[in-house]
């Protein structure tokens, strides 16, 4: 099992995937157009949640004036506003060791943050908020808070790989609970590989979740990640980045291991079916992968109206 190349030269998605998601989503927009639809957007809102520094992307009309004249308009104060019907998408994405593994240049991680950019990029177009969380086994980690704006959007891609390297900052100390990031109702697609070396008491956090928040699971199919190269050698030693440990295991059992990771998720996904969790499955990449979130998400949406 091969680390991806995965460094701070090395950018996960790159600023033409970015542009592919963007058609994505508004070729669908236009297909959901045809015909009458309820309408998909909602005005800035009614209830002021508070105030905060203005950012890129931010409707100048939302800028309160009077209060940036205290801080000499450097930087600029806006304000947000609530809308009960307009509930954030709260992004929890891996950041497990795990994730960092895949042949070549192809980590899952880079998959992974391929799925952070569309749902991101369509909470934009969709006016709604998006923000990100981080997770391991043992940790969850509030790295965006949820805002507005197709320049967040991408803010929330690169904090998810600086989260991965390890040099991201977070908007709040780490907790050992989703349920303590999140304040107020939101839908949350949960992005993971779900390669750890048990499974249950994550499904059994998000089961719990899913009584206050729109949970589902986007498990990317891994399998590729761990189709290697076959080898000279009748043994190999071979490192758990998830456990730390090692062992031998035969140059057989290696070819085998795609195929067994692909049976290892067939059973975290019958066991999240088992807790009530709805689990979208998720492989490869390019314009099919980005149009079957963009649909899913849509047709979320139109079930929470």
């Not at 800028?63 to 600029?76: A, E, K, V």
């Not at 952070?116 to 934009?124: D, G, K, R």
């Not at 891994?222 to 190269?229: C, G, K, Q, V």
């Not at 195929?259 to 088992?274: F, I, K, L, S, Y």
């Amino acid at each position: 099992m091969n680390p991806g190349q995965l460094d701070a030269e090395n950018s996960l998605v790159s600023w033409s995937e970015i542009k592919d998601v963007e058609l994505v989503i508004i070729r669908r927009m236009q297909e959901f157009a045809i015909g009458g639809h309820p309408s998909m957007f909602h005005g800035t809102g009614h209830d002021l949640a508070g105030l905060r520094d203005w950012q890129p992307g931010d409707r100048l009309s939302t800028i309160d004036w009077p209060q940036s004249t205290l801080t000499n308009f450097s930087p600029l104060v806006t304000r947000e506003f609530d809308q009960e019907s307009n509930a954030p998408i709260v992004i929890a994405a891996d950041v497990s060791q795990s994730t960092r593994c895949g042949v070549g240049e192809e980590p899952i991680a880079r998959v992974i943050a391929r799925a952070v950019a569309t749902f991101a990029m369509a909470a934009s177009f969709f006016q709604d908020r998006a923000g990100l969380v981080t997770f391991d086994r043992d940790t969850r980690r509030l790295a965006v808070r949820p805002r507005v704006g197709r320049n967040h959007a991408i803010h929330c891609v690169e904090a998810y790989q600086d989260q991965l390297l390890g040099r991201g900052t977070t908007e709040s100390p780490p907790d050992l609970s989703f349920a303590g990031l999140l304040r107020k109702r939101s839908l949350v697609p949960v992005i993971s590989d779900f390669l750890f070396e048990d499974s249950r008491p994550l499904l059994v956090e998000l089961a719990d979740l899913k009584t206050s928040h729109d949970v589902f699971l986007v498990m990317i199919d891994s399998a590729f990640a761990f189709e290697l190269p076959r080898f000279s050698a009748g043994w190999v030693e071979a490192y758990d980045v998830e456990t730390g440990r090692t062992r031998v295991i035969s140059s057989g059992d290696l070819e085998q291991l795609g195929r067994r990771v692909g049976e290892w998720q067939d059973t975290v996904e019958h066991a999240a079916h088992d807790h009530g969790l709805e689990v979208l499955r998720l492989g490869g990449s390019g314009q099919q992968f980005h149009d079957t979130l963009v649909a899913f998400l849509l047709e979320r949406k139109q079930l929470r109206r």
